[in-house]
């Protein structure tokens, strides 16, 4: 559609950017953390570990102090939960505790609203020993965990994310070294944790309601659109396909307490479905979340399959399909170019996904996170000129304000990430941030911080509430 008049963006429209905890904190055992699956997991060779990242949480005023600079009306970051119980269960640990509450408390003394996601891929290592989310004994370990939260900081958070990315964790884990390598029949497995982490998940929007009347809490997937290659009729039935198994499948439980019944099928085909205990589904159903929190980095495209190892793209990551043999093959998208790291590049497909979730689920929407991966580069007199980088949020923006004017209820667009941070898969040369931060893969260098161009141009964004882009 095309809009002669624009809807401007809502007056109180959560203008943010992202971080989590493992990725830009650093102090892996420090003040009585625990070590989780991410501090445990081995590193892909030539990427930097987790260990000092970029050391927020002995630097967290200083970059609070950044990010109000930038006019940051919200900042959405990861609790550590081993910071919290450095064992996942057990004695609360008081210094973590202290943590958050001087992050938070700092946050809203530049009235920047915290956005609070309680678990990003760090789960804790003492859980993962006796079997992680494939025993039923983590669930119980999370309620607890999110009772905590609650109770020590839903005060003053407003905001709730329950897991990050929970479809990635089922389908790329090894990319985002949160796949157990011991597991036996991993599928069938993957699936028994997915209905473990639905279940966490309906406890604490539950147990939010009942202990944060005024707080509003929602799960945070991966959503991308999925095109078929071609109107060919097995293409879209392989693009519809798809699309349950990663997009539909982590929020019909969600919003509508059921599983998508393609998703179901599927697990069937292959042998994976999960045992699911009395009561279960009782619980599933009784959770309603507030709004839906989603990351968005690109579309997916598929066609059908043909049957055969060829639909297994080998490099498959949390943006590149990998296909399966027997239901559909990831191929690029003819149509879009690719960022230096080769995911493509559709703001158009934003716009798209956006309708689509607001046309299935009619509820709030907010953007959790969307940015740009580069090998950004220092120059002379501490200049970083990521205009590339600008420009890939400026047309994400446009898209934004398209889809409030075709009627999507978007309540805020926190992009990836409020500063340079180790990239999940791919090592800290990989940057997001609209702050460098000056260290290499392996040298720490001083740290310090610097305003990228993209700082100064998403200030000035927010100033105008998105008019000048
Ligand atoms: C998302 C994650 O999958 O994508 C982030 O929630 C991650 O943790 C981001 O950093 C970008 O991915 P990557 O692998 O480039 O860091």
């Not at 939960?81 to 943590?99: A, L, M, S």
């Not at 190892?309 to 998208?333: C, H, L, M, W």
């Not at 893969?441 to 964004?461: G, H, P, Q, T």
Request: charged share 25%.
């Amino acid at each position: 559609m095309v809009h002669q008049n624009m809807k401007p963006f809502p007056k109180d429209f959560l203008w943010g950017a992202s971080t989590s905890a493992y990725q830009v904190e650093g102090a892996w055992n420090e003040d009585g953390k625990g070590p989780s699956v991410i501090d445990m997991k081995k590193h892909p060779e030539g990427t930097s570990d987790f260990k000092v990242a970029s050391d927020h949480y002995h630097r967290y005023k200083e970059d609070i102090a950044l990010f109000a600079e930038m006019g940051l009306k919200a900042y959405r970051f990861s609790i550590a939960w081993t910071r919290i119980y450095p064992n996942g269960t057990g004695e609360i640990n008081q210094k973590g505790i202290d943590f958050y509450n001087n992050l938070i408390n700092e946050l809203l003394s530049y009235n920047i609203e915290p956005i609070v996601t309680m678990y990003h891929f760090d789960l804790p290592y003492a859980l993962q020993q006796k079997g992680g989310w494939s025993n039923r004994e983590t669930i119980d370990a999370f309620e607890n965990y999110a009772r905590t939260l609650f109770k020590y900081f839903g005060d003053r958070v407003k905001y709730w994310l329950t897991i990050n990315e929970q479809n990635m964790m089922i389908l790329h884990g090894s990319a985002i070294g949160t796949l157990d390598p011991n597991m036996k029949n991993p599928q069938k497995e993957l699936y028994q944790q997915n209905h473990h982490m639905f279940l966490a998940q309906a406890k604490a929007i539950n147990l939010c309601h009942e202990m944060c009347p005024n707080a509003k809490i929602g799960p945070a997937p991966n959503i991308a659109y999925v095109y078929p290659a071609s109107s060919k009729p097995e293409d879209i039935l392989a693009a519809q396909n798809f699309s349950s198994i990663r997009n539909w499948l982590y929020l019909d439980m969600p919003v509508f307490g059921r599983y998508n019944s393609v998703a179901w099928s599927y697990m069937e085909e292959k042998g994976c479905t999960p045992t699911i205990q009395e009561g279960d589904m009782e619980i599933l159903e009784s959770a309603k979340p507030d709004f839906i929190a989603f990351n968005y980095y690109a579309t997916s495209t598929v066609a059908e399959s043909k049957n055969n190892t060829s639909d297994k793209n080998p490099i498959g990551d949390q943006q590149i399909t990998i296909g399966e043999p027997g239901f559909y093959r990831g191929v690029a998208n003819p149509y879009l170019e690719k960022t230096q790291f080769g995911w493509e590049i559709d703001p158009i497909g934003f716009r798209i996904t956006l309708c689509e979730l607001n046309d299935r689920y009619n509820l709030p929407l907010l953007v959790t996170e969307n940015g740009l991966g580069a090998y950004d580069k220092l120059e002379e007199g501490d200049v970083v000129n990521d205009d590339y980088r600008i420009e890939f949020l400026r047309k994400h923006i446009e898209q934004a304000r398209l889809a409030i004017s075709d009627g999507v209820n978007l309540i805020g667009y926190c992009p990836w990430s409020a500063i340079d941070l180790v990239s999940t898969h791919q090592g800290f040369s990989k940057r997001y941030g609209f702050i460098y931060v000056n260290r290499d893969e392996f040298d720490l260098k001083d740290l310090r911080r610097i305003k990228k161009k993209s700082f100064y141009w998403y200030k000035n964004v927010i100033a105008t509430n998105g008019e000048r882009l």
